[in-house]
Structures are given as C-alpha cells and as structure tokens.
C-alpha cells in the first residue's frame, strides 16, 4: 500500500482534533491539580483550629465534583479520539480507493465533524483498528488510584484529628453495653 498523503483539509482538521484532545486532558488534570489544592486547603484550616476538625469531611464534597468533572473531560477525550480515528480510518480507505462514491460521501462526511464519538461496546475489528471504550470512564485505573487516595487521606486525616472524640464515642459505647474499654 502506498503511502496516505494527507491533503491540507486533511491537516487543519486533524489539527484541530489534536487542539481539541489536548484541551480535554488539560482540564481534566487540573481538576486532578485543584483539588489537591482543596484538599490540602481544607487540611490547613482543619489543624490550625481546633473546632474545625470534623469539618475535613466537607472536603469530600468538592473531591467528588471535581471526580465528576475530570471524568467528563476524560470521556469527552476518549470520544473525540475515536472521532479522530473514524475520519483517519475513513481517509484511509478513500486513498485505497479513490473512485468509490460511497467512501467519497463518508469522508466528506467525516472532514470537520467535530462530534464526538460514543463507543460504549467495541468489535474485536473495532479494538484492533484502535477505538477505545467510552463508557468506563469512572472505572479508569487513573481516575480510580488518584480519588481512592484523596478519598482515604481525607478519613484518615479525620480520624486522626478526631482520635479524642473517637475513643470518647467508644467508651461511652462500651459502658452502655456494660463492656470494659479496650
């Protein structure tokens, strides 16, 4: 097979698809980077006054809105990928063969097509041409490793503020069962 030459069409769009993806990681790390921020805001607030200790749990609130946020951006990622990918598979066959109407109307079709791509099941075809899924957003090892963290340092930053009230709470269980502390 000869090589693909794109056309400059071709180039601006691919481009412009780029321009688009880029974007979309970008915002989804600074969500990852803002609510490092929170969180390390709320944990300062917390330490320096002591009637704020229980109030580190607010943090959680904007940690599952920016997780909202930065799956949104990562599924938009994903789906403007295989936007991408759809027109390069398409521009691919047009240059195989180029007196084909019907491949000629889906590349036209495909060229500037800003839409994004849902794929929430993929063919064994569609996995080896490069499609990713899009519908596992919230399953993603990144998304998963990086808000299970903030989410444990944020009950284990409570816990150790609040170890009096803990064990206070757990004596006074503990005698209204008639149970000696442990």
């Known amino acids: 097979m000869a090589?693909?030459?794109?056309?400059?069409?071709?180039?601006?769009?691919l481009q412009m698809m780029q321009e688009n993806i880029t974007r979309m990681a970008?915002?989804?790390?600074?969500?990852?980077?803002?609510?490092?921020?929170?969180?390390?805001?709320?944990?300062?607030?917390?330490?320096?006054?002591?009637?704020?200790?229980?109030?580190?749990?607010?943090?959680?609130?904007?940690?599952?809105?920016?997780w909202y946020l930065d799956v949104f951006y990562l599924h938009l990622?994903?789906?403007?990928?295989?936007?991408?990918?759809?027109?390069?598979?398409?521009?691919?066959?047009?240059?195989?063969?180029?007196?084909n109407e019907t491949k000629i109307a889906l590349y036209n079709?495909?060229?500037?097509?800003?839409?994004?791509?849902?794929?929430?099941?993929?063919t064994d075809e569609e996995k080896a041409l490069g499609y990713v899924r899009t519908n596992d957003r919230w399953y993603s090892?990144?998304?998963?490793?990086?808000?299970l963290c903030v989410f444990v340092v944020l009950l284990l930053i409570t816990i150790i503020l609040n170890w009096d009230s803990i064990c206070s709470v757990f004596s006074w269980f503990c005698s209204l069962f008639g149970m000696q502390d442990i």
């Open 3 to 13: 090589k693909l030459s794109y056309s400059e069409d071709d180039r601006q769009y």
């Open 26 to 66: 970008s915002n989804s790390n600074s969500c990852k980077s803002w609510i490092v921020t929170i969180v390390a805001a709320f944990l300062a607030l917390s330490c320096g006054i002591d009637a704020l200790n229980g109030w580190i749990l607010l943090a959680v609130l904007p940690a599952v809105a920016f």
């Open 77 to 99: 990622e994903r789906r403007m990928r295989n936007r991408e990918l759809d027109f390069i598979i398409k521009a691919k066959a047009l240059a195989d063969d180029a007196d």
């Open 109 to 122: 079709s495909a060229l500037y097509n800003f839409a994004p791509l849902s794929k929430d099941t993929l």
């Open 141 to 147: 090892e990144s998304e998963k490793t990086f808000y």
